[in-house]
């Protein structure tokens, strides 16, 4: 074809819509931030934003569980050790409420069964059992006896020596509450000679001897037969008396100081916290447990907690400040000042962190060991910091920016401090939370090694309390489970955390979508 035949003649080309006026578009998005930009990229991280979550509650259990307890650390009862965690919700419910599970023979089960029968705590929970057999090497049935032990109960009645004025006072709190706290002594003519335990207090009922062990004798009713000692004249009992005393009932023996009694044990302690004290502890309860020494464990890890954030903010804050002046002027200056400085920080991180703590320890072992830790910890620990702010330096000092600002005639601080640093920023904060959990660790670790003792007076730490939880591992893992579940969770969530951080600050991710 020849080109003219391509042409396309001028009248055949029509405007679609003559009265449209086409102009641009306004603009509708607004500027971003740096700060705000970061928080959006962050906030799309869910794994970073439950370990934010977690640890706002962890600082907040730190921060304002010792008000919810009226225990402190210094308190201690050594016969209210080994109690398990008891909730006053969940123990409702069947759970959570201080019992364990038992298979005992019969002699460790009449035992406990007698305390709910004598004082109305029941040892056994609930009163209630279950029994099977087995076979001893001897081929004879032996009988198995499982059910609930609670803690709280299982002490039962101790003997005590008191004062006369102590005496009188248990008496007259009686007189007014109407709870039996003296119990009557037992005749000990007719205690049984094949007790294994003679200092137990807890044996009132008349036994006999079956295959070893001590099982009750039992009146034709089913009841114990109790062993209470009578008519005794140097009593000076003149208050509550029991069920089923006739007014023969000794509760107490005279001796040289005052009064040997026997006294239930959980009665006695409500009493002493609740009228002698009055420290707001109505009866035992600890959410967590109790120690071997009878330390409330949830008031101690909420007080070691507390410390150690304190600390690990104290240490990072301090670590920022000298960390990122001593960096910034190694990376704006360079040359000889950044070579003699380099030279200082390597001669420093030569030496071990376990070194430095120990020789301070050694020269300071009669001053406070916050005190050591927070030397130990400073001397060392801000040459990480002025490693990163240097190398931003490098990375920012030759911008254009930069350039443009020496330029303009602006001082040296201000194009370290108003121009670098500011978009050094975001890897110093992440660095600078990061050294959070790391510190608690290690002063964590230290005192789990027992190289720092922070278990004086009220103050404690986790690592003596993973530290003391340790040889009842096996028997009583409560103990070591709530430290430990904290300091994991701790470490999880900040690194989570610091990995949220990083992300949101990285300047090459900035107005990405994803």
Sequence with gaps: ?????????????????????????????????????????????????????????????????????????????????????????????????GTSKKDTLQYDFYLNYAIGVETGHNAVKNQEYETYTTLNPAKKEVTHYVYRLDSYYKLGVVYMA?????????????????????????????????????????????????????????????????IYLKNYADDDYNSLRISGDDGTYAYATKNQTGYSVRISYYDYYVYYHSYVLKDGITEPSFLFGSTHSGQDIFTCLAHGAR????????????????????????????????????????????????????????????????????????LTGWIGMASRTRMQFYRFKNQEYVLAARTLGASDARIMFKHIFTNAIGTLITSCVLIIPSTIFSETSLSYLGIINLNTGNLTSIGTLLANAQPYLSSYPYMIVFPAVFICLLMLSFNLFGNGLRDAFNPSLRGSEE
């Design 1 to 97: 074809m020849k080109p003219e035949e391509y042409v396309i003649e001028k009248d055949k080309f029509v405007f679609a819509d003559p009265d449209r006026k086409i102009s641009d578009k306004e603009l509708a998005t607004k500027p971003v931030g740096y700060f705000k930009d970061a928080l959006n990229r962050f906030t799309k991280n869910k794994a970073s934003i439950v370990a934010f979550f977690i640890i706002v509650f962890l600082i907040l259990f730190a921060l304002f569980g010792p008000i919810f307890t009226k225990y402190t650390v210094s308190y201690n009862d050594a016969r209210m050790s080994y109690c398990l965690p008891k909730s006053k919700l969940f123990s409702k419910m069947g759970i959570w409420d």
């Design 162 to 226: 008191l004062s006369e004025s102590e005496y009188k006072q248990i008496q007259a709190y009686q007189n007014e509450t109407k709870k039996q706290v003296i119990y009557p002594m037992t005749d000990e003519e007719l205690r049984p000679q094949n007790i294994k335990d003679e200092n137990n207090a807890n044996y009132w009922f008349k036994t006999k001897d079956v295959s070893g062990n001590s099982a009750p004798v039992l009146d034709s009713n089913g009841n114990y037969i109790n």
């Design 307 to 378: 410390f150690s954030f304190l600390l690990a903010i104290c240490i990072s804050v301090v670590n920022l400040f000298v960390g990122a002046i001593y960096g910034a002027i190694e990376g704006y200056y360079g040359g000889k000042i950044d070579l003699i400085m380099e030279r200082i920080v390597e001669i420093l991180s030569a030496v071990p962190f376990m070194v430095v703590i120990t020789l301070l320890k050694y020269h300071m072992g009669t001053s406070s060991q916050v005190l050591v830790l927070f030397i130990a910890f400073f």
